[in-house]
């Protein structure tokens, strides 16, 4: 019985890994550059590479899965936040 939840156990992992392999890839493809934005925030861009980056981040940190439409909701959120600051003066 655990040699077959040790087998589904790895099986489920290597599918996962080769789905975000494509995933990541196929991402990649799409993007013309690093730096082709993926939002516009007032005068501030998000670009593909800030949003792998902080995904990258996220996962190092090993927070909970965050999409990547998460993951841009939160750039996006923080080149607001940045933009208030520096309305306040706040440096």
């Known amino acids: 019985m655990t040699g077959s939840i040790d087998r589904l156990g790895r099986q489920v992992l290597i599918l996962t890994l080769i ?3 494509s995933a990541v890839w196929v991402g990649t493809a799409r993007a013309q ?4 934005p993926v939002a516009q925030v007032n005068e501030a861009v998000v670009t593909t590479f800030e949003l792998q980056q902080r995904q ?14 998460g993951t841009l ?3 996006i959120d923080d080149k607001l ?3 208030a600051a520096a309305d306040a003066g706040i440096v």
């Open 73 to 75: 909701d939160i750039l």
């Open 81 to 83: 936040k940045l933009a």
């Open 56 to 69: 990258l981040l996220l996962k190092a940190l090993r927070l909970p899965a965050v999409t990547a439409d």
């Open 19 to 21: 789905a975000v392999v």
């Open 33 to 36: 550059s690093a730096f082709t």
